[in-house]
């Protein structure tokens, strides 16, 4: 058990439709990580908030879009949903102290996407 | 951009072999991570290292940061090792966002 927590398990959407996946972080974590997995393969990194800020995007369009709260829960939401964003959506919690170390990132067990 | 290198891509074992999974990553870091996921998703970090080796159990990580390198290993496996594993190093050096390699896929049979 790592202490973060995903939903919905499952989500099963209609192309065009918009989505909202939830995570909620171990406590006192200060950064969370968003990661989509297609199938086959590694994760790719979406997008990291740290202290509610978006701190850092990978190469996907505006229509991903997140949110941190200050009760260490987080958003991804997707909009103009498309065949390709099916797939595995991990979020990743983390404490980052700032001071340029290392740190663990704690996965949660992900929302597994279809889009048809 | 950090680029991820996984070998092999596909393992199979029988239990009680000892198995070794590499990793090769182009730029330099301060720590890799190793990660575990069974079918189904969900994933579990096995190790951090930035330096020398760790060994939790079965399990042992090494790393070589001057050739840029990282090994997994498991003794004694079990069909209960059966999983993906997967190598993670930050996009960047002293950046925490991670890019991942493809993941090496472990069978082990009984």
């Known amino acids: 058990e790592t202490g973060v927590t995903q939903s919905p398990t499952h989500l099963i959407k209609t192309r065009g439709q918009q989505v909202t996946l939830r995570c909620s972080s171990q406590?006192?974590?200060?950064?969370v990580s968003w990661y989509q997995q297609a199938l086959g393969q590694g994760p790719q990194f979406i997008f990291q908030?740290?202290?509610?800020?978006?701190?850092g995007r990978g190469n996907f369009p505006p229509r991903f879009s997140g949110l941190q709260f200050p009760n260490y829960s987080s958003e991804l939401n997707v909009n103009a949903l498309e065949l390709d964003d099916s797939a595995l959506y991990l979020c990743?919690?983390?404490?980052?102290?700032?001071?340029?170390?290392?740190?663990?990132?704690?996965f949660g067990p992900g929302t597994r996407l279809t889009v048809t | 951009k950090n680029e991820v290198e996984q070998s092999p891509q596909n393992l199979t074992a029988q239990e009680g072999e000892f198995i070794t999974i590499n990793c090769s990553y182009s730029?330099?870091?301060?720590?890799l991570h190793w990660l575990q996921q069974h079918p189904g998703g969900g994933i579990v970090s096995l190790f951090m290292?930035?330096?020398g080796k760790k060994k939790h159990g079965r399990l042992i990580a090494t790393i070589n940061i001057q050739e840029k390198h990282s090994s997994l290993h498991i003794t004694a496996s079990h069909p209960r090792d059966s999983a993906v594993y997967i190598c993670?190093?930050?996009?960047?050096?002293?950046?925490?966002?991670?890019?991942f390699g493809k993941g090496t896929k472990l069978t082990v049979n009984p």
């Open positions: 990743a919690s983390s404490l980052d102290l700032a001071g340029g170390a290392a740190y663990e990132q704690y």
């Open positions: 406590s006192g974590h200060n950064t």
């Open positions: 908030y740290y202290r509610e800020e978006e701190n």
């Open positions: 730029v330099g870091i301060s720590a």
């Open positions: 290292l930035s330096s």
């Open positions: 993670a190093v930050p996009t960047q050096g002293g950046s925490e966002k991670l890019v």
